[in-house]
């Protein structure tokens, strides 16, 4: 069997910088050959002379922009003809790139991955990737939904243009996506400059142990990196999408399958993206969930050891009934 294929799902508002940041990939790309599933129409698209001096990679365009479409089917029937044609000889990559429209919602897009059984064995979701324009994200958040749930589904936020803002500015753009987002790291990047290795790669979709919250933000620089702490900003927004932590000690199995049960049912259009890591009592392993919407995977792993159990469920969603989750999860304790 051939190993699927890394796909990245690049994401964020028109405007965002997704193109500048692709195009410093193309400029100093060195690796496996990469395709890039494009649909940006127009004068910020990749111009041809850069794509020739792009040498293992090749950038395909869409017809129609059908990526941002609500429609999942013609998604999946696009990548199905990209496989064919590099099964063909047509094309050949080992790494696929989508970028979306600036007003697509990444959440059909993402199910895509796991839902459609002709692809689920080709390819492999890594990670979603969404820039935010450091200038304009307030009001981008304040007149279109769609902008809060590009950052909700985000596995990780390149914040473009902070250098064209002041440090309250930007200060506050930082403590307004982290709101929306507590398990994405938020890097600061300017004129598209971030090492692959920073976007690409990152196996977000693995089941794995690691429940880490952001507590900062990096500064990506070409000479390195800098992490600084998130600033404590005491404003409150309004945002439909946001992120919320439930804790709680040892956890019946019984009670906790049927609370996600419950959960995924009742709310689970309104969960984009949602971890946890959970102690079962008697169960010496981890339990880790990890979902989108209501495609939802469970696994255990590694055991305990000498860390005391306890168990955290971090769910990023909108319009959540808080007290009756909060209440359902404590509830699923062993007393």
Known sequence: ??????????????????TTLLNHFLRHHQGLPVAIL???????????????????????????GCVCCSVRGEFAAALGDLLARR????????????????????????QTFFIEETLRDALRLD????????QHIARQLDEHPVAAAQLGFADRI?????????????????????????????????????????????????????????????????????????????????DAIQAHLLEGGELDLKRIGAFMEQCIDQHGNDMLRYKGVLAIAGEPRRLIVQGVHKVVGFDYGSPWGETPPSSRLVIIGRYLPLERLHAGFAASEVS
């Open 38 to 64: 494009e649909n940006e129409f127009g004068a910020a698209n990749i111009d041809g002379a850069l794509l020739e001096g792009g040498a293992g990679v090749s950038v395909v365009e869409l017809s129609n």
């Open 127 to 134: 990670a979603v990737i969404t820039l935010a324009d450091c």
């Open 87 to 110: 099964e063909r000889g047509e094309i050949a990559f080992e790494q696929l790139i989508v970028e979306t429209t600036g007003l697509a919602d990444p959440g059909p897009i993402i």
């Open 158 to 238: 390149l914040l473009s243009k902070c250098d064209q803002v002041d440090e309250a500015t930007r200060e506050a753009a930082i403590a307004r996506i982290h709101r929306i987002n507590q398990k994405a790291e938020i890097l600061d990047v300017q004129q598209g400059v971030c090492p692959p290795a920073l976007w690409l790669g990152l196996d977000a979709f693995t089941l794995n142990d690691e429940l880490a919250l952001n507590r900062g933000v990096r500064l990506v620089r070409a000479s390195g990196n800098v992490f600084a702490p998130l600033s404590g900003q005491a404003r409150s927004w309004h």
């Open 1 to 18: 069997m051939t190993q699927a294929i890394a796909v990245t799902l690049l994401t964020g508002f028109l405007g965002a910088g997704k």
